[in-house]
């Protein structure tokens, strides 16, 4: 069956330096991945997509990569600040389809 | 832009009795709309599809007599939780898609808390 895997444990990283979250995926060829973060008690909120034939993605301080010979996309978050702590999820969708979601990982920043 | 809205953000209600969450996209039209469940520490799990006109697409596992969703409009879908139980209580979360897009927009979500 189809599996999206993030790592489970939080990540903590000191203010100022880049965070890396990874997403691994299974038994699936998704035709788009996407980021979202999600707040304590709120819904998520929309960050990046990225298709199968790009390679990297960039918003500002947020940047995306997909490896699709790794099943692999990573999250890598520059300048980290506290305010960016929050939990991440990633997911994959193939075109219109319903969207599978990973179990998320929990960013903290420290200052 | 893309702004969805959910009401209410909380609801504590008594076992047996049934629970309204809407779900409204403000400022676009979403010809599709899912809704989610969510428990502590946990990922979002679909429970349906819901597109506008048409009845929606429950998961598996998902009760649909249970769970009853009506998207009447291409900015409005309901979720009515029938006969709420405590093991109902949780976080639901709905979200919009626009059409032709693959992106989808997420509500703040309803806390709903069975007695």
């Known amino acids: 069956s189809q599996k999206i895997e993030q790592n489970s444990e939080a990540l903590n990283i000191q203010e100022g330096k880049t965070a890396t979250l990874t997403c691994n995926y299974t038994?699936?060829?998704?035709?788009?991945l996407q980021w979202y973060r999600q707040d304590p008690g709120r819904g998520p909120v929309f960050l990046l997509l990225i298709r199968e034939n790009e390679k990297e993605k960039r918003k500002e301080r947020l940047k995306v990569t997909f490896d699709t010979t790794l099943k692999q996309s990573l999250f890598h978050i520059t300048a980290s600040q506290p305010a960016d702590s929050a939990t991440y999820l990633c997911?994959?969708?193939?075109?219109?389809?319903?969207?599978?979601f990973g179990t998320g990982t929990k960013l903290q920043v420290i200052p | 832009g893309a702004v969805v809205s959910q009401h209410p953000s909380r609801v504590i209600c008594k076992s047996g009795t049934s629970v309204k969450i809407e779900c409204r996209s403000l400022d676009f039209q979403a010809t599709t709309m899912f809704w989610y469940r969510q428990f502590p520490k946990q990922s979002l799990m679909l429970m349906a599809t819901?597109?506008?006109?048409?009845?929606?697409?429950?998961e598996q596992g998902v009760e649909k007599d249970k769970f009853l969703i009506n998207h009447a409009s291409l900015t409005l879908s309901t979720l009515t939780v029938t006969s709420a139980h405590p093991e109902d209580s949780s976080f639901y979360i709905c979200s919009a898609r626009v059409n032709g897009m693959e992106t989808q927009y997420f509500g703040p979500g309803t806390r709903l808390l069975v007695l």
């Open positions: 819901s597109n506008e006109g048409s009845k929606a697409t429950y």
């Open positions: 997911a994959f969708s193939g075109g219109y389809q319903k969207v599978t």
């Open positions: 038994n699936y060829s998704p035709a788009y």
